[in-house]
């Protein structure tokens, strides 16, 4: 049993070691090029077999010493490895290797979601943090509508901050548009507005009641993300251009879009910005409850530790 436990411990220390040792080697050999890239990453490869192979020799012949030494020894050296695994793998420059890693994996998809995801980091480095900070500062009063709506309806609360960001910098009023409310609800989604009325046991949702509207902004981005299959650019997308004349639904099918990257290029006159705004926010908001402040994405190490702390909504 004792020898069980200490090989799933080595084997999550060895995965750690892959990911950053793979990751690293598509951050430098990344390319087309057979001498330049493909050659020398399959290079890594079979140097990374050969290393395996003979740290499991090693860890064999120290195992039976540290045996003869005392019972648990080895469980304890296991240990040991896999805390400094660990310690490792909170780093920032971890994370990038598994950032790499899984846009090479991943192909043209995961590099299109790293490429947004670089892009929300821009957004974020462009922002007025000063104003920024003033805008969450007045997001207090609403925070515990927002997670609990969150909670019910199985969204991201982060987002969901993000969105109220964008959509009234949490000073909630009627807009000329038709908006109302913290998250300027215009026309709701028909299977929105009937659940959240049953969750409150309303007849009709208040738009202008904090906790009403938060509750429909849940529901409504609920709803688009089980329309989209999940995916969350699409779901903001759909959410900010509303259910009217089909919504982005329709829209996908004129084109026969399938997914954020291929609907983009024909939305120069909607909001194809608005995910990125959202989500760019929601990462200002994230920042902001952990550290208390907005760091400059641009000064020293700051940018590495902000890719660090991960864009809400897309976890990788």
């Given at each position: 049993?004792?020898?069980?436990?200490e090989?799933?411990?080595?084997?999550?220390?060895?995965?750690?070691?892959?990911?950053?040792?793979?990751?690293?080697?598509?951050?430098?050999?990344?390319g087309?090029?057979?001498?330049q890239?493909?050659?020398?990453?399959?290079?890594?490869?079979l140097?990374?077999?050969?290393?395996?192979?003979?740290?499991?020799?090693?860890?064999?012949?120290l195992?039976?010493?540290?045996?003869?030494?005392?019972?648990?020894?080895?469980?304890a050296?296991?240990?040991?490895?896999?805390?400094?695994?660990?310690?490792?793998?909170?780093?920032?420059?971890f994370?990038?290797?598994?950032?790499?890693?899984r846009?090479?994996?991943?192909?043209?998809?995961?590099?299109?979601?790293?490429?947004?995801g670089?892009q929300?980091?821009?957004?974020?480095?462009?922002?007025?943090?000063d104003?920024?900070?003033?805008?969450?500062?007045?997001?207090?009063?609403?925070?515990?509508?927002?997670?609990?709506?969150?909670?019910?309806?199985?969204?991201d609360?982060?987002?969901?901050?993000?969105?109220?960001?964008?959509?009234?910098?949490?000073?909630?009023?009627?807009?000329?548009?038709?908006?109302?409310g913290?998250?300027?609800?215009?026309a709701a989604p028909?299977?929105?507005?009937e659940?959240?009325?049953?969750?409150l046991?309303i007849?009709?949702?208040d738009?202008?009641?904090p906790?009403h509207?938060?509750?429909l902004?849940?529901?409504?981005?609920?709803?688009?993300?089980?329309?989209?299959?999940?995916?969350?650019?699409?779901?903001?997308?759909?959410?900010?251009?509303g259910?009217?004349n089909?919504?982005?639904?329709?829209?996908?099918?004129?084109?026969?879009?399938?997914?954020?990257?291929?609907?983009?290029?024909?939305?120069?006159h909607?909001?194809?910005?608005?995910?990125?705004?959202?989500l760019?926010a929601?990462?200002?908001?994230?920042?902001?409850?952990?550290?208390?402040?907005?760091?400059?994405?641009?000064?020293?190490?700051?940018?590495?530790f902000?890719?660090?702390?991960?864009?809400?909504g897309?976890?990788?």
């Amino acid at each position: 049993m004792l020898a069980i436990l200490e090989v799933l411990l080595l084997t999550s220390a060895g995965l750690v070691a892959i990911i950053a040792v793979m990751g690293r080697a598509a951050d430098w050999f990344g390319g087309s090029g057979l001498t330049q890239s493909l050659l020398p990453f399959a290079g890594t490869v079979l140097i990374l077999a050969i290393a395996g192979s003979v740290l499991i020799g090693l860890w064999n012949h120290l195992r039976r010493r540290l045996v003869h030494m005392a019972p648990l020894a080895p469980l304890a050296a296991a240990g040991l490895v896999v805390f400094g695994a660990c310690v490792f793998a909170s780093r920032p420059d971890f994370r990038a290797d598994l950032q790499n890693l899984r846009t090479l994996v991943g192909g043209v998809e995961q590099a299109g979601k790293s490429s947004i995801g670089h892009q929300v980091y821009a957004a974020y480095r462009r922002a007025d943090l000063d104003a920024m900070q003033a805008i969450l500062g007045r997001s207090r009063p609403y925070l515990p509508a927002i997670r609990t709506a969150a909670q019910t309806y199985g969204v991201d609360g982060e987002v969901l901050v993000g969105i109220g960001v964008t959509e009234s910098s949490f000073v909630p009023r009627d807009s000329q548009d038709g908006g109302r409310g913290i998250f300027q609800i215009t026309a709701a989604p028909r299977a929105a507005v009937e659940a959240v009325k049953k969750q409150l046991r309303i007849s009709r949702p208040d738009p202008l009641n904090p906790q009403h509207n938060a509750q429909l902004a849940a529901a409504t981005l609920r709803h688009y993300l089980d329309e989209m299959n999940g995916d969350l650019f699409l779901a903001l997308l759909a959410y900010n251009i509303g259910p009217r004349n089909g919504g982005l639904s329709a829209i996908m099918r004129q084109y026969g879009a399938k997914d954020f990257f291929t609907i983009q290029p024909y939305l120069q006159h909607l909001p194809r910005a608005y995910p990125i705004r959202v989500l760019s926010a929601a990462l200002a908001y994230r920042l902001w409850s952990r550290e208390g402040q907005l760091p400059h994405y641009q000064d020293g190490e700051n940018a590495r530790f902000i890719q660090a702390v991960g864009i809400p909504g897309l976890d990788w």
